[in-house]
């Protein structure tokens, strides 16, 4: 079965830094692009960063431009989220997916949940200030 499993999730104080794994296993992984989701308390769940495991291409959600990275090692089948001068509001609980690498080509598609066939468990990221 597909299976995705994200962590890497913890207390960090503003302006620290946090790697996310999100690691893949059960399809072929270059099929498929990654992405990562967060949803904070009460709010809708919001697209963060997504990466082609086919050829790389990146997407990013404007609130994280210039302070997260998006990474793969696909001969691990896992994706990395470095994530650099952290806020409190991106405390969240964050979340890795899969879909089609057909479905994920524009930066829309790529950061709309909708997209996205498969759901990993999510790890939570507190950001203290």
């Known amino acids: 079965d597909v299976q995705l499993q994200a962590s890497g999730g913890g207390l960090v104080q503003a302006g620290g830094s946090r790697r996310l794994s999100c690691a893949a296993s059960?399809?072929?992984?270059?099929?498929?692009?990654i992405g990562w989701f967060r949803q904070a308390p009460g709010k809708e769940r919001e697209g963060v960063s997504c990466?082609?495991?086919?050829?790389?291409?990146?997407y990013y959600a404007d609130f994280v431009k210039g302070r997260f990275i998006i990474s793969s090692d696909n001969a691990k089948n896992t994706v990395y989220l470095q994530m650099n001068s952290l806020k409190p509001e991106d405390t969240a609980v964050y979340y890795c997916?899969?879909?089609?690498?057909?479905?994920?080509?524009?930066?829309?598609?790529?950061?709309?949940?909708?997209?996205?066939?498969?759901w990993g468990q999510g790890t939570l990221v507190t950001v203290s200030s």
């Open positions: 997916a899969a879909a089609p690498v057909w479905a994920t080509s524009q930066t829309m598609s790529a950061l709309n949940r909708g997209s996205y066939d498969y």
């Open positions: 059960g399809f072929t992984f270059d099929d498929y692009a």
């Open positions: 990466i082609s495991s086919s050829d790389g291409s990146k």
